[in-house]
């Protein structure tokens, strides 16, 4: 698998600007994992910090369920990889994990992501509540929200790649 990023468009209108955005964020963090073994996606680079790239992947495929299923749509998903009795699950890996599983949750979560998207107009307001407030979101703030857990995150997998292999890039 090769990842293509793609720039978003300058001249593009704001809903195409959020999307590329997130998209190209979304391929950043999949191009910072592409061609390690599982071992070393599963590998915390700084301990006593369990943050890994595969525990990212897994973190992001729960963000993504949350903001834009439970969130926006209204749904209770619930999670994939956390519990009550494990709030931080999905960095919590073990030999079993696999990054074909991990992949391939992440980007289910990615399209059902943008099926509902689909259905909501920039200004529309959530059905669903974040833990964090009653108050509902637009779909405009959930896009900078995701462009910015992506961007802060992609940030940890450039220096977990690094350490992973010594390869560095933008």
Request: net charge negative; proline share 4%.
């Amino acid at each position: 698998m090769t990842t293509q990023r793609a720039e978003p468009a300058q001249n593009a209108d704001e809903r195409t600007m959020l999307e590329g955005w997130l998209d190209y964020h979304r391929q950043t963090l999949a191009w910072k994992c592409e061609g390690l073994t599982d071992a070393q996606l599963r590998t915390a680079a700084v301990p006593p910090s369990e943050l890994s790239l595969m525990g990212l992947v897994r973190h992001m495929a729960e963000v993504e369920r949350g903001w834009f299923r439970k969130v926006l749509a209204g749904d209770e998903p619930g999670p994939i990889y956390y519990s009550e009795d494990d709030p931080d699950g999905e960095f919590h890996l073990t030999e079993e994990d696999t990054w074909e599983e991990a992949y391939a949750t992440w980007q289910a979560e990615i399209e059902a992501a943008r099926r509902h998207a689909a259905e909501f107009a920039l200004d529309d307001l959530s059905k669903g509540r974040s833990r964090l407030t009653e108050e509902p979101f637009s779909l405009r703030w959930i896009y900078t929200h995701m462009i910015e857990e992506y961007a802060r995150h992609n940030g940890h997998a450039d220096l977990l790649r690094e350490r992973a292999d010594g390869a560095t890039g933008e």
